[in-house]
Antibody, heavy 121, light 107 residues
Framework: QVQLQESGPGLVKPSETLSLTCTVS??????????WSWIRQPPGKGLEWIGY???????NYNPSLKSRVTISLDTSKNQVSLKLTSMTAVDTAVYYC?????????????WGQGTQVTVSS | DIQMTQSPSSVSASVGDRVTITCRAS??????LAWYQQKPGKAPKLLIYTASSLQSGVPSRFSGSGSGTDFTLTISSLQPEDFATYFC?????????FGPGTKVDLK
């Protein structure tokens, strides 16, 4: 059974770049049929889809974040990475990675437990 | 972007009650809708996809219906482990968007 675990700095300064990793166990990120997504949830608010990657490098990003976001795969470490530049307070959120069903980008299951990111000087 | 709304924003119910949550899309999304359950401090869990398909392992007391712009999630007999927040999500077009959530708590 595949499991996902996010990790990264809990605190980021304004204007800095956020780098998060999602370590996958029980499955391989190199299997081309799966879509790997990042989703975030600001405190007390709803969910926002950030984007996904599949087939070793094809990406699709939320237009609201597209200029600042990069999602990539590290096949040697079996990880999915997220980079978000020019961080501001509005980027404070719990960040989740999630996988879709085989060949299906539309739904998210399973999810990682999430990692809290706070933007503050 | 397609805007998703949910009603009510919260509902108080008792164990054994039938609970219905509504989700509305700002434009037609066919059946490209999912429902998730989220408990405090936990990741969301997929319950329903394509509006009415039950995800493997999800109890049959959960059901979904609707198409176009109006959808419902029904819990036929609320159980103690069902007290949570429920989100809908559209997958008709990018970017995928979620509803604001409906909190189900104990009356």
């Amino acid at each position: 059974q595949v499991q996902l675990q996010e990790s990264g700095p809990g605190l980021v300064k304004p204007s800095e770049t956020l780098s998060l990793t999602c370590t996958v166990s029980g499955g391989s990120v190199t299997v081309g049929t799966y879509y790997w997504s990042w989703i975030r949830q600001p405190p007390g608010k709803g969910l926002e889809w950030i984007g996904y990657i599949y087939d070793r490098g094809i990406t699709n990003y939320n237009p609201s974040l597209k200029s600042r976001v990069t999602i990539s795969l590290d096949t040697s470490k079996n990880q999915v990475s997220l980079k978000l530049t020019s961080m501001t307070a509005v980027d404070t959120a719990v960040y989740y990675c999630a996988r879709g069903p085989p060949g299906d980008p539309n739904w998210f299951d399973p999810w990682g437990q999430g990692t809290q990111v706070t933007v503050s000087s | 972007d397609i805007q998703m709304t949910q009603s009510p924003s919260s509902v108080s119910a008792s164990v054994g009650d039938r609970v219905t949550i509504t989700c509305r899309a700002s434009q037609g999304i066919s059946s490209w809708l999912a429902w998730y359950q989220q408990k405090p401090g936990k990741a969301p869990k997929l319950l329903i996809y394509t509006a009415s398909s039950l995800q493997s392992g999800v109890p049959s007391r959960f059901s979904g219906s609707g198409s176009g712009t109006d959808f419902t999630l029904t819990i036929s007999s609320l159980q103690p482990e069902d007290f949570a927040t429920y989100f809908c999500q559209q997958a008709n077009s990018f970017p995928f968007t979620f509803g604001p959530g409906t909190k189900v708590d104990l009356k």
